[in-house]
Each structure stands twice: as C-alpha cells, then as structure tokens.
C-alpha cells in the first residue's frame, strides 16, 4: 500500500500553466506504476498519463501539452500541464499500481489521492 495527495491544482486562464505533484508515502515507492486521471462532472474516469521504470505513456489528448515525471528520492510524481484548454476542467487523481505495464485502466490501481481541482477559463 501506498498513501498519495495531490496538490497544485486551481484556477487557470486558457494557454497557461499548472504544475501538479502526487507525494507518496510508503516503502518501495519506486517499483510502482504511476498514472494522472482526471474526472470532470457527469464523465467517466479518464487516463491521463502514467509512468514507470519502462517509460512514460500519454493520452492523445494531452500529447506534446503534458509531461509526467518523478523523483523516487522525494517520493513525488509531477504532471507539468502547458498550453491548457477548458476541456482540460476537471479534478485530477494521482494513483498508484503494481501492475506490469502502464495501464489506463482506472481499477488497475489499488491506491489513490484525494484529487485536485483544476479549471481554465476563457
């Protein structure tokens, strides 16, 4: 098991910019699969992106705007979030996994944070 919060979620104007982290806490933070979902009202749990030690994956929709990373000597995963668009409303979940690949599906992942909101405005 591992404990996850998020933070760095708000209010945006379309174009910019957030920066949001997942800190983690638990042994062996570094062999989990991470991944960002977002929700935004009345929609299903949407992949994101995720990361592990194989490499990185993005939903389409997000390609060349967002980019994960992590610093496993912090415990910390980012998602750095750039030219933002008001489709990109939503709250968005850090979640973590053992699973082989880097799954997009939301049960995959037995332990998440709590969410943080983010809206862009026009």
């Known amino acids: 098991q591992v404990q996850l919060v998020e933070s760095g979620g708000g209010l945006v104007q379309t174009g910019g910019s957030l920066r949001l982290s997942c800190v983690a806490s638990?042994?062996?933070?570094?062999?989990?699969?991470v991944a960002w979902f977002r929700q935004a009202p009345g929609k299903e749990r949407e992949f994101v992106a995720g990361?592990?030690?194989?490499?990185?994956y993005y939903a389409d929709s997000v390609v060349g705007r967002f980019t994960i990373s992590r610093d496993n000597s912090k415990n910390t995963v980012f998602l750095q979030m750039n030219s933002l668009k008001p489709e990109d409303t939503a709250v968005y979940y850090c979640?973590?996994?053992?699973?082989?690949?880097?799954?997009?599906?939301?049960?995959?992942?037995?332990?998440w944070g709590q969410g943080t909101q983010v809206t862009v405005s026009s």
């Open positions: 979640a973590a996994g053992t699973v082989a690949g880097i799954s997009q599906r939301p049960y995959e992942y037995h332990d």
């Open positions: 638990g042994r062996a933070f570094s062999t989990y699969t």
């Open positions: 990361i592990r030690w194989s490499g990185k």
